[in-house]
């Protein structure tokens, strides 16, 4: 069975930074792709970043302030948030891909942890 479990959110005032990490156990971690999705109030979950062994995507509205990366020898994927806007604040999901490559869809993600929050300030 595989677990999927974030942590490292939190308050941050706007133009701060935080990390975000989540740990996957349960299958070989760097066969995997592994993506960020975030959940504002009132409002439907949405692709954040995704990562697989060569490749990243970011949605429009977090390239360029926020970094995905992993390290496969702690099974471990990684979450740079920087300059960090209100409208970031949401819950941050962690998921692990069906495959290898790395997509946007969140119908190709199978396993997700239970959310970090993210909170910014103005």
């Known amino acids: 069975q595989v677990h999927v479990v974030e942590s490292g959110g939190g308050l941050v005032q706007a133009g701060g930074s935080l990390r975000l990490s989540c740990t996957a156990s349960g299958r070989t971690f760097s066969r995997y792709a592994m993506g960020w999705f975030r959940q504002a109030p009132g409002k439907e979950r949405v692709f954040v970043a995704s990562?697989?062994?060569?490749?990243?995507y970011y949605a429009d509205s977090v390239k360029g302030r926020f970094t995905i990366s992993r390290d496969n020898a702690k099974n471990t994927v990684y979450l740079q948030l920087n300059s960090l806007k209100p409208e970031d604040t949401a819950v941050y999901y962690c998921a692990g891909h069906r495959f290898g490559w790395a997509s946007v869809l969140e119908s190709d993600y199978a396993y997700w942890g239970q959310g970090t929050q993210v909170t910014v300030s103005s």
């Open positions: 990562i697989s062994y060569s490749d990243t």
